[in-house]
């Protein structure tokens, strides 16, 4: 087991529950971060409550093996898979690492079923489920790679919990941010969790005022990326949201 990061404040919670996914990939490559977007990971699910938002609870696979890998494994309530379901505390994102392995499913109904029970935050699986169309219709975050009838026991061993693993071939660590939205997944470093949710927002005000600039018929140069000027007009802008109270 990992050290306990410092939890999320509500507050960065919230915000990153209302932004995009790109803007939080450009706030994280502003600080020098290129791979943090999950590979061939896709929304399965529509859940009302917005973005996927959660600190990381981890679980790792390795390749399964025939005298090991039998239906019997689930008779132990300590499998890795099933302690791994019961064990991912409220508010926290399972993230499974199948390496990619697209032939077989990671989980299916019931196990996520179980999952939103508990009150976990959602579930992030660089494989796919089984249950696929069950699951798309329940009001949980669900991102994976699609679906896939056979069990997982075909080709996963589940061996660690809430380790360093890699998920769509990014790394992620225990803690670290796991936001979700219709484009895909991304993660952020826990210690960067609160000030890019910040700046997240922020990024979102300016482009929103750059866009109607551009809509109005704005041509790029200056407008976006702003130059100084564009840069004066949305702050007497934005001082003209804030005081309508938008």
Not at 178 to 183: A, L
Request: hydrophobic share 35%.
């Amino acid at each position: 087991m990992t050290d306990i990061p410092t939890p999320l404040s509500a507050e960065a919670r919230e915000r990153l529950r209302h932004v995009s996914v790109a803007t939080l990939c450009t706030q994280l490559f502003k600080r020098g971060f290129r791979n943090v977007y999950l590979q061939h990971v896709k929304r399965l699910t529509k859940p009302t409550a917005g973005n996927l938002v959660g600190p990381a609870f981890t679980m790792r696979n390795i390749p399964a093996r025939e005298d090991i890998d039998q239906i019997s494994a689930f008779d132990d309530p300590n499998h890795p898979q099933r302690k791994g379901i019961e064990s991912v505390p409220p508010g926290h994102v399972l993230v499974i690492d199948c390496r990619g392995e697209t032939r077989v499913a990671s989980g299916g109904q019931i196990l996520t079923t179980r999952l939103k029970v508990r009150g976990a935050a959602g579930l992030v699986s660089d494989g796919p489920v089984r249950d696929s169309g069950p699951i798309s219709q329940m009001d949980f975050p669900v991102y994976c790679a699609g679906g896939s009838a056979p069990l997982n026991l075909i080709h996963h061993h589940a061996i660690d919990l809430d380790v360093p693993i890699g998920c769509g071939g990014v790394p992620v660590y225990p803690g670290d941010v796991m936001v979700g939205d219709d484009e895909g997944v991304v993660v952020i470093p826990h210690h960067l969790a609160e000030e890019v949710s910040r700046d997240a927002v922020e990024q979102e005000k300016m482009e929103a005022f750059i866009l109607q600039r551009i809509e109005g018929g704005a041509k790029l140069a200056g407008t976006y990326p702003p130059n100084a000027d564009t840069r004066a007009a949305y702050e007497a802008w934005r001082n003209e949201q804030d005081a309508a109270g938008r």
